[in-house]
């Protein structure tokens, strides 16, 4: 059989079918269900955000993982697995109503989630800068984008009920994974031995240390609107209305876009201006439903938050590896683990606040006030010499 031979349209495809695969279909599917499967009874409010919990945790787990998994080995086998074993918990889902098997499955979803998500973007994005092509990079996220709008879809048509609505969206995973799996080895095959061993200065440095101290606010700011919209759409629209299952569809479409705007936005600002713009809109989309709830803060909270999270991610990641270019895929695993960390805080915050009485919507003012921090952490970045 002929050696697959990766050109960057290629490289781009493999990584943002995989990131499809593993942080569309296998973990932000879990928002439009939710407020599905709480009608059906599989699980009650407090148990879901316990759920998500429980996946956030494995995703933090699955990027400190990637850190030592980042080098030739670690992306020639355990990034494919890691594929692979993801479409096989999304399948794995169908077949338990069990809330504590079905933490332990969100828990396996997250790990390799976390190992795929690190490794398949920053194994394109080191492809890519060997080949003067870095400006390109931020197009792996289209996966992303493309893969929200197709779990729009099949929550939308699926005819089952409970466990069964993970059905076909792991028939969709399963074939992805599968046709990813081989091309990702040969793509990292594909990089040189000097790559491997580029790694060189601190990890932690002070022109980084900013931007690293903005990357966690960014992770529990965004991830609140991006579990818990269509269940606050529940708490603030009525019985049939629109946005209920619509909000998703809004946050799916904005967040295709996302990645190829703020990759050019990135190149005409620069990626550290273009980050603060990026942060600036994203605090005004998690306010949106506090400042004027009901439908015209579902409505734009789904689309300024799904139009830069996306962007968060390939702003900051160009920024770190253009600050300290020696470390770049060691500061791709660090960044997801921070992000990764504080977003789990999200769900256990929910679940607590919700708890004692609180509303849904007031607890947004907890992602608002991450966001703060992360623009005021942003404006500290200093400027690199080059993005690109």
Known sequence: MPRFAPTPFTALLTAALALMVVHALGRFAFTPLLP????????????????????YLGYLLGALLALPMANRRGLRQGLPLALLVNAGVTLAQVFTQDVELLGALRLANGISNGVVFVLAPALVLEWLALRQATALSGLVYLGLGAGMLLCGLLVTITPWQGSLRWLPIALCALPLALFCAPMLHHLACDLPERAENAS???????????????????????????????ALAREQLPAGHPLLVGSWWWTAIACLVSASLWNHVGVWLGDRRALLINYLLQLLGVLMPILLPGTIGVMVCAVLVGGTFLGTVLLTQRLARALNPGQGLRLAALLISLYGGSQLLGPWLVEHWTAAGHSLTSSFSMGAAALLWALFWAWRVAEPQSDR
């Open 36 to 55: 599905l499967l709480l009608d059906d009874g599989l699980f009650d409010l407090a148990q879901g955000a316990q759920l998500a919990t429980w996946n």
């Open 200 to 230: 060189s200065g601190p990890l932690l440095s002070r022109a980084n240390r900013a931007l690293l101290l903005a990357y966690i606010g960014a992770g529990l700011g965004y991830i609140l609107p991006l579990t818990f919209l269509p």
